[in-house]
């Protein structure tokens, strides 16, 4: 089994920040890409920032240049630094890795962790 559990969302004013924590546990052998997607109810999830295992990045249009995704590879952690903090950053955000659970068989699977709510005020 494997079990994301994210952290550090809240109650924010425009222009805030906040830092989001994921980490990964359980059975797992190798934690491969990691990242964010978030989601407005009615809306279709968005992606926010994805990592790879050796540190390149993507970030969402929404979000470039005011948020930062980070990991810690012994932690098998990953981070969201999310700064200038917009009305329309509000959302439910999802952090997600993709693990190879077993050494030996080579497949990825991609886990999501349950979910942290971030609210900006105006």
């Known amino acids: 089994q494997v079990q994301l559990v994210a952290s550090g969302g809240g109650l924010v004013q425009t222009g805030g920040s906040l830092r989001l924590s994921c980490a990964a546990s359980g059975t797992v052998f190798m934690v491969s890409g990691m990242g964010w997607y978030r989601q407005v109810p009615g809306q279709q999830r968005e992606l926010v920032a994805l990592?790879?295992?050796?540190?390149?990045?993507t970030y969402g249009d929404s979000v470039k240049g005011r948020f930062t995704i980070s990991r810690d590879n012994a932690k098998n952690t990953v981070y969201l630094q999310m700064n200038s903090l917009k009305p329309e950053d509000t959302a439910v955000y999802l952090c997600?890795?993709?693990?190879?659970?077993?050494?030996?068989?080579?497949?990825?699977?991609?886990?999501w962790g349950e979910g942290t709510q971030v609210t900006v005020s105006s």
């Open positions: 997600l890795a993709d693990i190879r659970p077993v050494l030996g068989d080579p497949r990825l699977v991609r886990y």
């Open positions: 990592i790879t295992s050796g540190g390149s990045t």
